[in-house]
């Protein structure tokens, strides 16, 4: 995989898609203990269609390289991240598009530097209030240390508890076995992974996006929510409370989707994705 160091962190990502594509490029944001897999499906069918896809492997827990500054593992600092890799890329007019913890990271990024960033697409996510939701508050709150989170992903390592509601059961649907094994392997194998992910929690659990909601307005370019129905931490009720914060948003609601939509039903999110790219950046 290509990289970009920064200062705080090696960035892997994938490109896919035709650099000089004539659509606006589409950076892809997951979240907490996944990685860029959960939007394969859908970057590699925008990609056969001519959209460049950038899909960056956050430092989020599912990462293989360690940060090298953890203070950058709170959630404002892990916006500008994003940012920086934006930046690096030299990337304009880009269509931003978060799932779960990562549409939390694109609310943060829009609000404190939005000026590369020409639409927004989100998928179930937090907001508001909601970051995490209940029970993954509880459940990150017992991500305290290297040891901790080795213990526990162990046993995850059985199928029945990795896919129970503690763990990714309730995400998606039909989640993959293998998929979702793989993401717990680096935090599981490496304490320094295990640490990245220990000061994540940490930081997560000592913010909210409360304060944030208030400013969204400011966003005026397009905005489109893909919310899963069927998803009971992220409700269609929240999906409709964020939608209608923006002066230009649009919902809409995908039935027998959870959490993870992308894995769900990538159809609807390159629908949203693909419409909005038509649509000229606001000035």
């Not at 090298?68 to 959630?75: M, W």
């Not at 993959?176 to 994540?200: F, H, K, N, Q, Y």
């Not at 005026?220 to 269609?236: C, E, I, N, Q």
Request: hydrophobic share 45%; charged share 20%.
């Amino acid at each position: 995989m290509p990289h970009v160091t920064l200062q705080q962190c090696r960035i892997d990502y994938l490109d896919l898609g035709p650099i000089d594509s004539p659509h606006p490029p589409v950076v892809f944001v997951h979240g907490m203990i996944v990685d860029e897999r959960l939007w394969s499906k859908v970057a590699n069918a925008l990609a056969e269609r001519g959209h460049r896809c950038l899909m960056p492997r956050l430092p989020l827990g599912s990462h293989t390289t360690p940060v090298t500054d953890r203070s950058a593992l709170t959630p404002l600092a892990l916006a500008g991240i994003i940012g920086d890799f934006i930046a690096a890329l030299d990337l304009h007019d880009v269509t931003l598009v978060g799932n779960d913890t990562g549409g939390g990271l694109c609310q943060f990024l829009i609000d404190a530097n939005p000026e590369r960033i020409g639409r927004l697409v989100l998928t179930n996510c937090d907001a508001f209030e909601a970051f995490p939701p209940f029970p993954f508050d509880a459940v990150f709150a017992m991500l305290r240390g290297p040891r901790t989170i080795s213990a526990l992903f162990n046993l995850m390592r059985l199928r029945p508890l990795r896919h129970s509601p503690a763990g990714y059961g309730m995400l998606a649907t039909h989640a993959d076995r293998d998929l979702t094994a793989s993401w717990l392997v680096p935090a599981r194998t490496d304490p320094r992974i295990a640490g990245d992910l220990a000061a994540m929690a940490r930081g997560i659990a000592a913010t909210d996006l409360t304060h944030v909601a208030p400013r969204l307005h400011r966003f005026t370019k397009p905005v489109r929510l893909v919310w899963g129905s069927a998803d009971r931490f992220f409700t269609p009720a929240l999906g409709r409370r964020l939608a209608a914060v923006f002066p230009n948003s649009a919902i809409t609601e995908v039935p027998g989707a959870r959490t993870f939509v992308p894995l769900d039903n990538p159809g609807a999110v390159i629908d949203a994705i693909t419409a909005l790219a038509e649509s000229p950046a606001a000035p």
